[in-house]
């Protein structure tokens, strides 16, 4: 005869989960206070020392400038205008708002423009001396305007807008053709205004009158500069 095992199955004790210790969450907690209130104590000064823990440092790990060429300069600058412009520089996508994609700068360019006088560009027959040798003419040409150069101590950014996509992407890379395009217009309305605000007249003004008295102290007494 078979006899049934009429034995009901164990069920499994439940897994009793271990705990962590409360001190594990306090500690770490506490810390983190600590570090949060020496930071701000360092900030707005509240204990003598602290900043100089939290403050920044700058490490300057540029190499030599190198020489990369000598060009022999034969330019007298008669004058030099300095300019300032305000450049607003804004740059949209065709079917995206602003706030998503887009980027608006507000630049205040500030440089100088010098105006010379080509002395290199004279040869034997642009100076005419009489024969008594009391009177000279000097023939030169016409003054030009140099190139814009910035000043980056006086030049600045006022405000810059980007989009939520611009902002993104400057986390992940950085973008210098876009201060490059701001500088590059600056220089431009810098170079366009000097051309309207009379520098190469003014120098050739100044380079005859220093040509007069540098001839006259060598005994002419009269002394004509044109230019041509």
């Given amino acids: 005869m078979e006899t049934l095992d009429e034995t009901p199955p164990r069920t499994p004790a ?104 080509d002395l290199g560009r004279t040869g034997p027959g642009s100076v005419t001396v009489d024969e008594a040798r009391t009177a000279v003419t000097v023939r ?16 600045y950014a006022v405000s810059k807008q980007r989009g939520l996509l611009d902002r993104l992407g400057d986390l992940f890379s950085d973008n210098p053709a876009s201060e490059r395009a701001v500088h590059q217009l600056a220089s431009q309305r810098i170079g366009e205004a000097a051309k309207d605000s009379g520098l190469t007249a003014r120098a050739e003004k100044n380079t005859a009158t220093m040509l007069e008295g540098l001839l006259r102290s060598l005994g002419f007494r009269s002394v004509d500069v044109v230019y041509a």
């Fill in 14 to 117: 439940p897994v009793r989960r271990r705990r962590l210790p409360r001190w594990t969450l306090t500690v770490p907690a506490v810390l983190l206070t600590l570090v949060l209130l020496w930071a701000l104590a360092g900030r707005f000064s509240l204990l003598p020392g602290v900043g100089d823990l939290f403050g920044e440092e700058t490490h300057d790990r540029s190499g030599p400038a190198l020489l990369k060429s000598i060009q022999d300069m034969s330019r007298y600058e008669g004058a030099a205008g300095n300019f300032q412009v305000v450049v607003d520089l804004e740059k949209d996508a065709k079917f995206l708002p602003d706030a998503i994609r887009g980027t608006r700068t507000l630049y205040v360019g500030a440089g100088t423009v010098s105006a010379y006088v």
């Fill in 140 to 155: 030169l040409p016409h003054a030009r305007l140099g190139a814009p150069a910035l000043d980056p101590e006086r030049s």
